[in-house]
Each structure stands twice: as C-alpha cells, then as structure tokens.
C-alpha cells in the first residue's frame, strides 16, 4: 500500500511494519487521490494551484504519466485497482461534481453519475461493486450508494452526516472512520451489505487522510486534525 500525501510531491510506501520513502511524483499537489496497492497504485487529480486532471502509476519504485481524467479536481473519491479503477466527485474550487471516472490501465472513460455533485464522498471495494458515503454538497452528506460499475443505488445513510473520511474493506464489508462533521471526528460506522453499525472509534480524530486494507485489517495514515 502506498501514500502520496501533502501539498508535496513525495510518496511513502508501507510493508506491513515500517514506511519507507518512495520516488517523487510529476507533481507538487494536495487533495490528490490515490487507489491500487504498493507495486501498481495510481495516483491522480489534486490541487496545484489549479484543478489537475494528471493520472500517473506507480511500480513500486517510480511514477509514470498516463492518461489525464476528463474533468480535473481534488478532493474526489477513488476506490479500486490498477486495472479497473474508480474516481467520483471532487471539487475544482468553483464547483462541486457528481460525475464518475473509470480506469482501465491506460486511460479514463465516463461513469455513473452520482445522485448530487460533491466532494470529499468516501468509497471502497472495487470498480464494478463499490461502495461511497458520505460527502459535501455545500453542506455535509450522511448519504450512501453503491455502484455496479454502470450506475449508483442509494442505500441506507449513514448515522452521521460528514466528508473527507477514510474508508477501506468491499461493498459488503466496509469501514468508514473519522472525517469532519462540523468538526473532525474518530467515529467509526461498518457496513456489513445492508445496514451501518458503530465501531470502536480510532485513537485520534481526523479527516482526509487516506485508508486502505480490508474491514478485518484496515489501516488510516496521515490526515489534518484541525
């Protein structure tokens, strides 16, 4: 699993006990977005002063440009594989999206639109069984949809309305931790396919700091506080 955080352009990478500092990106950004694991992750979008629309990948050494997404923001929610990734929502600093973005390895296709534009929404699991919560639309969002990999169902919402979470785990087993709902919060909801239940909140509040693993073995780094 791999990080790319910060209004930076560096990468740090993760072998189950330790991090390690990874190559630089193209890019110095923040808000940017990052799915796939530590030897093929892709990182896209944030802020560099404006809205990018660049996608690199990462081998487990060094990033290379690939094809730009069609709108750029910072902020979006991205969810899957190196293959068959998923980028939602975001922010360009004028205005919020609800449009999707798929990845095939190589380039960027048109997705379901979600119900309402947005950023900050959480997802997770894969392309074609992906989950999201959460959000901003102007105000925070407690909603949550699933995604068959052409469009998006709503489901049951979550107990609390926030944004910028870190989420991890697949569409039927999922974790969705801390976030800002008005402030930044440490409260944990899982959902187990049909309905959303409390967990064990994280040691520390905070909010857009990235998550990744599985709902029996998650993990959340980095993040503001404040």
């Given at each position: 699993w791999f990080c790319a955080c910060g209004n930076l352009d560096i990468s740090e990478i993760y072998n189950g006990s330790a991090w390690s500092a990874g190559d630089p990106s193209s890019e110095s950004k923040n808000g940017a977005a990052t799915f796939g694991?530590?030897?093929?992750?892709?990182?896209?979008?944030?802020?560099?002063?404006?809205?990018?629309t660049r996608t690199e990948e990462f081998d487990?050494?060094?990033?290379?440009?690939?094809g730009s997404l069609a709108q750029g923001v910072y902020h979006?929610?991205?969810?899957?594989?190196?293959?068959?990734?998923?980028?939602?929502?975001?922010?360009?600093?004028?205005?919020?999206?609800?449009?999707?973005?798929?990845?095939?390895?190589?380039?960027?296709?048109d997705g379901g639109d979600?119900?309402?534009?947005?950023?900050?929404?959480?997802?997770?699991?894969?392309?074609?069984?992906?989950?999201?919560?959460?959000?901003?639309?102007?105000?925070k969002l407690n909603t949550a949809?699933?995604?068959?990999?052409?469009?998006?169902?709503?489901?049951?919402?979550?107990?609390?309305?926030?944004r910028l979470s870190q989420g991890f785990g697949v569409q039927t087993d999922g974790v969705i931790c801390g976030g800002s709902a008005g402030s930044i919060v440490?409260?944990?909801?899982?959902?187990?396919?049909?309905?959303?239940s409390t967990g064990t909140s994280m040691s520390e509040a905070k909010g857009i700091g990235q998550g990744g693993g599985t709902a029996s073995a998650g993990i959340t780094v980095g993040g503001h506080d404040g």
């Open positions: 694991t530590s030897t093929a992750g892709v990182l896209s979008s944030g802020w560099t002063g404006s809205a990018s487990g050494s060094s990033f290379t440009t690939t979006s929610g991205t969810t899957g594989t190196q293959t068959a990734g998923l980028s939602v929502g975001g922010y360009d600093n004028s205005s919020f999206y609800a449009s999707a973005e798929e990845y095939d390895g190589n380039s960027w296709a979600l119900a309402a534009a947005q950023y900050g929404t959480t997802p997770l699991g894969t392309l074609t069984a992906a989950l999201t919560a959460g959000g901003d639309s102007g105000s949809y699933e995604y068959n990999g052409t469009s998006w169902a709503a489901i049951t919402a979550q107990s609390e309305a926030k440490a409260t944990v909801q899982i959902w187990n396919g049909s309905a959303w």
